[in-house]
C-alpha cells in the first residue's frame, strides 16, 4: 500500500471514469481500478481488418441522452446516423414479410389485433407516467405491478394473439430478459427513464434511443481515461472492500490501495460478488442477490457489399426462429461493406450460449438465408460476436434487472451509501437506465455525493 | 498446498459434511473446507445459561424424512416432540381470535372463504402432482406457472378476499419469501420435494414437516465432522476454484487445496460469488445470479414459565401485525422454563432485518403482550436471535429459490457438474427441497456422482 486516496473507484466502464473524471475535475485524488486489461465496460470497440469499427457491445445513442451527447461532442467523437432507408423485413409463425417500417408491421397485424397493441401502447405509457423516476416503488400501484410479471399483464391486457405475440416478440431485444422474468413495475420504471416505452421500443423516431451510432464508442471511455492519466490502473480485480472509521481499503491480487472513500461501479450482480468487511446491510445484500444480468450475444456478420439495400431492404429484420432475435444493419450510410448485427436476447441466449461461435456464426447465417431467402447471405466474409453471458468482468448484459417483486422490497438499497461505499452504474440511474447515458449520470451522482462529505 | 485430494467438499453445513462422509467411507481421501469457526451451516445450537439448548436455525424434522431421522438414530441423538396441546391463537386485521387448531382457524374463515381456501389447497395438490420431481421444468404448464407469480395465482384463485388474505399470509413463514417473489412453479415444486403442499403447510398431521424437534441439532453435523475428524477444516472461506485438465486447486487466505473433484455445498447465491477458472458457463452463472436466499430473523424468547399453557394455548400464534408472522411453543412437553420461538420472514424481515437486536426483542415482546393481552409476555428471561440475511457465510435462510421465469429458463444448470465441479446443498435436492433432510440427501447424492468418475 503506497499512497492514499481521496476516493477510489471500483470499475473501469463509463459509470465509473465519469465518477472518477468528475472528482478529479473537482480537484480530488481518485484513482480507478479496472479488472479487465481495458477500460470500457460494455463498450468494446474493435478495429478490424476492412478498416473500420465493430462494436462488440453499447453503440447507439438516442437524440435527448443529453450526458452521453455532453461527452461525444465534448471529445470529438464521430457519429453517423442510424441506416434506415429501405424496408424491413420479418418472420413470424413461419411467414415471412417485406414492410415499410417497424411500424407498419405493427400496425399490419391481422384483424383488429394491429388496433389492440396500439392501444397497449397507449395504455402502457399511462403506466409509465405513474411511476416516479426517483422512487418506483412509491407508483400508486407499486405493490400490483411488482408483483406481476410483464407476460401475466400481456395476458390480461390482449385480447388477440396476434398483438400479444408481437409485444412478447419486441420485449427481449429491448430489455435482454423474457416478460417472464420481469415485473410490469420494472418494465414500466425503465421506460420511464428513457421517457416513455415507445423511445425504448423506437417507435418514437424524434427521441428514439437508436437514432445515431458513436464511432468507435470505446474512444468515450478511452478520452475520460487519457484525462486521468496514470489514475487508471488495469487489471486489478478487485476482491474485497475493508472500511473502518480511518477509511477504505480496496483490495486486489497482490496491491491494497487505500482511501476515504470508494464508489463501486459495478453491475449489482458483480458489485454482490465483492466481500465487503464488515459485511454490507442485509438491505443491500438482498437487493444484489435480486438482480440478474440480462442475456445476450451480439454477434456481427459483414458481407462484401450491403446487397439487401440494392433490393430496397434497411437490413432490420425481426424473426420469430432465431437465434437472432433481431438484427440491423450496421453499415455506413454509403459503405462499401455490408454490415448486419444480430442480438440474440432472453430464451435465444440461453438456447444458443452455450454453443461454439462456429455453432452460432453457421446458425446465424442458415437463419439470415431463410429470412431473406437468398443466398448470399451464407457467405460472410467476418464474424465477430460476444457472449456477454461468459464474460467473467460482464456476466450478461445489458443491464442488471430488479425480479418480480424486488422494486418494492429491495429498492432503497439501490442508491444508498453504506458508510464509505457508494454505489454508480447504469442501474442506479433515473435517467436512461441501463443505457450508456445513465451509466455517465450515475458516476458524475455517485461522485457529486461523495465530493459532498469530502467537504 | 502439502498434499493432493481425492475431493474437497466446500462448506461444512449438514450437505457439505454428508458428502465428505459418504466419500471417506468409500475409501475416498477427502476433506471438507468450513468459512466459519465452526460446522452445521444453517444449524446452530447454543446451549443457554439454563441448561438447555436453542436452535439459532433449522431444528423440526418429519416423520418421513427419512435420511435426517436415519442420521439421528444412527448418531443417537435425542429428539423431542413439538409441543402442540391447547389451542392456537392469533390476530388478523385486528380482530383477536383462538381456536382449537390451526386447521379450524382456516376452516371457520367468514362466510364460504374457508371452504374456498381448502377448494384451493386440493387445487394446489393436483398442481403439485403436476410437477415432476427431477425435472420440474417439464411439467405439463411449466412455461404458464413459471411466468406468474403466486399472487397472481392468488389474486386469480380465489373469489374472497379472506381466504386470498389467509392463503397470502401463510406463505412467508413456509417459504421465506413473499407471494410476489417465487413463480406458482416454485411454489409447487417446494411442495413437491416434501410430498405435499398439506405436508409443508402442516396440514397432514401424520406427515408434518414440524412433527419433532431435534435437540441440539448441530450434533448431526459435529457427529458428522467428528467421524471425518482433521479433514473437516474450519475457518477457510474459499475465494477461488481453480480446474484443469489435472485436477482442481481450492484457494482460502493463506492457503491453497489440490484435489482431483470438488463438491461445492453452498446455496447457489454464495457459490455464485466465488470465482472459477475457467469462467463458469452462462448456464450455471445466471442460474445462481437468479437464486437469491429467502429472508428471516429467527427469535427466541423465553420466560420464567410456559404459563400459557396453563391458559390452554399452545404457543402458536399467528398474526398479520408483526415483527413475526408465526410463533411456536418451543418447550419441551414438561418443560419448566417457557420458550416461544418467532419468525420474521419476507416484508417483515425487511423490516426489521436494519433494526437492532434490542429493538427487536422489544418489538416482539409488545407483539407477544398485545396478541396475547397479557403483560406477563413483556418480560422474558432471555432474548436470542439470529438474523440469517446479516450471516456473511449464509446470506438469508432457510433457502434459496429461483425468480419467477428462472426455473423454465436455467433449471438445467442446477445439479448439472462443471468440469471436476459438482454441486451440493438443499436447492439440489429431489426430496425436501430446503430442508436438512434434502441437504443430506444432496451431499450424498454429489458424493456418489464423484465416486462414479473416481473408479
Same mark, same amino acid.
Given at each position: 500500500?503506497?499512497?492514499?486516496?481521496?476516493?477510489?473507484?471500483?470499475?473501469?466502464?463509463?459509470?465509473?471514469?465519469?465518477?472518477?473524471?468528475?472528482?478529479?475535475?473537482?480537484?480530488?485524488?481518485?484513482?480507478?481500478?479496472?479488472?479487465?486489461?481495458? #477500460?470500457?465496460?460494455?463498450?468494446?470497440?474493435?478495429?478490424?481488418?476492412?478498416?473500420?469499427?465493430?462494436?462488440?457491445?453499447?453503440?447507439?445513442?438516442?437524440?435527448?441522452?443529453? $450526458? #452521453?451527447?455532453?461527452?461525444?461532442?465534448?471529445? %470529438?467523437?464521430?457519429?453517423?446516423?442510424?441506416?434506415?432507408?429501405?424496408? #424491413?423485413?420479418?418472420?413470424?409463425?413461419?411467414? $415471412?414479410?417485406?414492410?415499410?417500417?417497424?411500424?407498419?408491421?405493427?400496425?399490419?397485424?391481422?384483424?383488429?389485433?394491429?388496433?389492440?397493441?396500439?392501444?397497449?401502447?397507449? *395504455?402502457?405509457?399511462?403506466?409509465? +407516467?405513474?411511476?416516479?423516476?426517483?422512487?418506483?416503488?412509491?407508483?400508486?400501484?407499486?405493490?400490483?405491478?411488482?408483483?406481476?410479471?410483464?407476460?401475466?399483464?400481456? +395476458?390480461?391486457?390482449? +385480447?388477440?394473439?396476434?398483438?400479444?405475440?408481437?409485444?412478447?416478440?419486441?420485449?427481449?431485444?429491448?430489455?435482454?430478459?423474457?416478460?417472464?422474468?420481469?415485473?410490469?413495475?420494472?418494465?414500466?420504471?425503465?421506460?420511464?427513464?428513457?421517457?416513455?416505452?415507445?423511445?425504448?421500443?423506437?417507435?418514437?423516431?424524434?427521441?428514439?434511443?437508436?437514432?445515431?451510432?458513436?464511432?468507435?464508442?470505446?474512444?468515450?471511455?478511452?478520452?475520460?481515461?487519457? *484525462?486521468?492519466? %496514470?489514475?487508471?490502473?488495469?487489471? $486489478?480485480?478487485?476482491?474485497?472492500?475493508?472500511?473502518?472509521?480511518?477509511?477504505?481499503?480496496?483490495?486486489?491480487?497482490?496491491?491494497?490501495?487505500?482511501?476515504?472513500?470508494?464508489?463501486?461501479?459495478?453491475?449489482?450482480?458483480?458489485?454482490?460478488?465483492?466481500?465487503?468487511?464488515?459485511?454490507?446491510?442485509?438491505?443491500?445484500?438482498?437487493?444484489?442477490?435480486?438482480?440478474?444480468?440480462?442475456?445476450?450475444?451480439?454477434?456481427?456478420?459483414?458481407?462484401?457489399?450491403?446487397?439487401?439495400?440494392?433490393?430496397?431492404?434497411?437490413?432490420?429484420?425481426?424473426?420469430?426462429?432465431?437465434?437472432?432475435?433481431?438484427?440491423?444493419?450496421?453499415?455506413?450510410?454509403?459503405?462499401?461493406?455490408?454490415?448486419?448485427?444480430?442480438? #440474440?436476447?432472453?430464451?435465444?441466449?440461453?438456447?444458443?450460449?452455450?454453443?461454439?461461435?462456429?455453432?452460432?456464426?453457421?446458425?446465424?447465417?442458415?437463419?439470415?438465408?431463410?429470412?431473406? %431467402?437468398?443466398?448470399?447471405?451464407?457467405?460472410?466474409?467476418?464474424?465477430?460476436?460476444?457472449?456477454?453471458?461468459?464474460?467473467?468482468?460482464? $456476466?450478461?448484459?445489458?443491464?442488471?434487472?430488479?425480479?418480480?417483486?424486488?422494486?418494492?422490497?429491495?429498492?432503497?438499497?439501490?442508491?444508498?451509501?453504506?458508510?464509505?461505499?457508494?454505489?454508480?452504474?447504469?442501474?442506479?440511474?433515473?435517467?436512461?437506465?441501463?443505457?450508456?447515458?445513465?451509466?455517465?449520470?450515475?458516476?458524475?451522482?455517485?461522485?457529486?455525493?461523495?465530493?459532498?462529505?469530502?467537504?
Amino acid at each position: 500500500m503506497t499512497r492514499h486516496y481521496g476516493v477510489l473507484v471500483v470499475g473501469g466502464g463509463l459509470a465509473g471514469l465519469a465518477a472518477g473524471r468528475t472528482l478529479a475535475a473537482a480537484g480530488v485524488d481518485a484513482a480507478v481500478l479496472e479488472a479487465r486489461d481495458r #477500460v470500457g465496460g460494455k463498450t468494446h470497440s474493435t478495429h478490424t481488418d476492412h478498416g473500420d469499427v465493430v462494436e462488440y457491445g453499447g453503440q447507439w445513442i438516442g437524440a435527448d441522452q443529453e $450526458r #452521453v451527447h455532453g461527452l461525444v461532442e465534448e471529445f %470529438d467523437i464521430d457519429t453517423r446516423p442510424q441506416y434506415g432507408d429501405g424496408s #424491413v423485413l420479418g418472420r413470424v409463425d413461419g411467414e $415471412r414479410y417485406v414492410e415499410e417500417t417497424y411500424e407498419d408491421v405493427l400496425r399490419s397485424l391481422p384483424g383488429r389485433s394491429g388496433a389492440e397493441l396500439f392501444q397497449a401502447f397507449e *395504455e402502457i405509457e399511462r403506466c409509465v +407516467d405513474q411511476v416516479p423516476r426517483d422512487t418506483p416503488q412509491d407508483a400508486p400501484r407499486a405493490a400490483e405491478w411488482d408483483a406481476t410479471t410483464l407476460r401475466t399483464w400481456a +395476458d390480461r391486457q390482449f +385480447d388477440t394473439p396476434e398483438a400479444r405475440a408481437a409485444f412478447e416478440r419486441m420485449v427481449p431485444g429491448i430489455y435482454t430478459a423474457e416478460p417472464a422474468e420481469m415485473s410490469f413495475l420494472f418494465f414500466c420504471y425503465y421506460a420511464r427513464t428513457a421517457g416513455g416505452f415507445d423511445t425504448v421500443a423506437g417507435l418514437d423516431h424524434e427521441r428514439d434511443s437508436h437514432a445515431a451510432v458513436v464511432v468507435d464508442v470505446q474512444s468515450i471511455a478511452r478520452s475520460m481515461a487519457g *484525462e486521468l492519466g %496514470d489514475a487508471v490502473h488495469c487489471d $486489478r480485480p478487485v476482491s474485497r472492500i475493508v472500511q473502518d472509521d480511518g477509511g477504505v481499503t480496496v483490495h486486489t491480487p497482490g496491491r491494497a490501495y487505500s482511501a476515504d472513500y470508494v464508489v463501486v461501479a459495478l453491475p449489482p450482480t458483480l458489485a454482490g460478488r465483492l466481500a465487503y468487511e464488515p459485511v454490507l446491510p442485509a438491505a443491500r445484500d438482498e437487493l444484489t442477490q435480486r438482480m440478474p444480468n440480462g442475456s445476450v450475444v451480439k454477434c456481427h456478420l459483414r458481407y462484401r457489399a450491403p446487397f439487401w439495400r440494392e433490393d430496397g431492404l434497411s437490413g432490420f429484420v425481426e424473426d420469430d426462429v432465431g437465434p437472432a432475435n433481431y438484427y440491423f444493419d450496421d453499415g455506413y450510410p454509403d459503405g462499401e461493406t455490408g454490415r448486419l448485427v444480430g442480438f #440474440v436476447c432472453g430464451a435465444n441466449a440461453r438456447e444458443w450460449v452455450g454453443h461454439t461461435p462456429e455453432e452460432r456464426r453457421r446458425a446465424l447465417t442458415d437463419q439470415l438465408v431463410s429470412v431473406f %431467402d437468398d443466398e448470399r447471405f451464407g457467405t460472410p466474409i467476418d464474424y465477430l460476436e460476444r457472449s456477454w453471458p461468459t464474460e467473467p468482468y460482464s $456476466r450478461g448484459a445489458y443491464h442488471g434487472y430488479p425480479t418480480p417483486g424486488t422494486m418494492t422490497a429491495c429498492w432503497d438499497a439501490i442508491r444508498e451509501p453504506v458508510g464509505r461505499i457508494h454505489w454508480a452504474g447504469s442501474e442506479t440511474a433515473t435517467r436512461w437506465y441501463g443505457h450508456m447515458d445513465g451509466a455517465i449520470r450515475s458516476g458524475e451522482r455517485a461522485a457529486d455525493e461523495v465530493r459532498g462529505r469530502l467537504g
